[in-house]
């Protein structure tokens, strides 16, 4: 799974806007559900709804982006930590 920062930097990367608040909502079941927080807020229509609310139209693809990289991000640890070092 990746991290705060790797959703962050994709976004700022590929958008000119980290939206740090749009991938803070979508993640926040994460202190409560652990690994299974992907139950809430990861589809298409509720990421860009919490995309828009946060980050207006920019935030919509953030939204969206953000279920990108959680679903084909590496699971390869070192690859992984190679992107995080790049990245």
Same mark, same amino acid.
């Given at each position: 799974?990746?991290?705060?920062?790797?959703?962050?930097?994709?976004?700022?990367?590929?958008?000119?806007?980290?939206?740090?608040?749009?991938?803070?909502?979508? /993640?926040?079941?994460?202190? !409560? @559900?652990?690994?299974?927080?992907?139950?809430?807020?990861?589809?298409?229509?509720?990421?860009?709804?919490?995309?828009?609310?946060? /980050?207006? $139209?920019?935030?919509? !693809?953030?939204?969206? @982006?953000?279920?990108?990289?959680?679903? $084909?991000?590496?699971?390869?640890?070192?690859?992984?930590?190679?992107?995080?070092?790049?990245?």
């Amino acid at each position: 799974m990746p991290n705060h920062r790797v959703h962050k930097k994709i976004s700022k990367l590929l958008l000119e806007k980290d939206c740090e608040l749009t991938h803070s909502i979508i /993640d926040y079941p994460v202190r !409560f @559900l652990g690994e299974n927080h992907r139950i809430l807020f990861h589809d298409p229509l509720s990421a860009s709804v919490i995309g828009f609310i946060s /980050d207006g $139209y920019v935030g919509v !693809f953030a939204g969206l @982006l953000h279920l990108a990289t959680d679903k $084909y991000f590496p699971k390869s640890q070192i690859v992984r930590k190679l992107i995080d070092y790049l990245l």
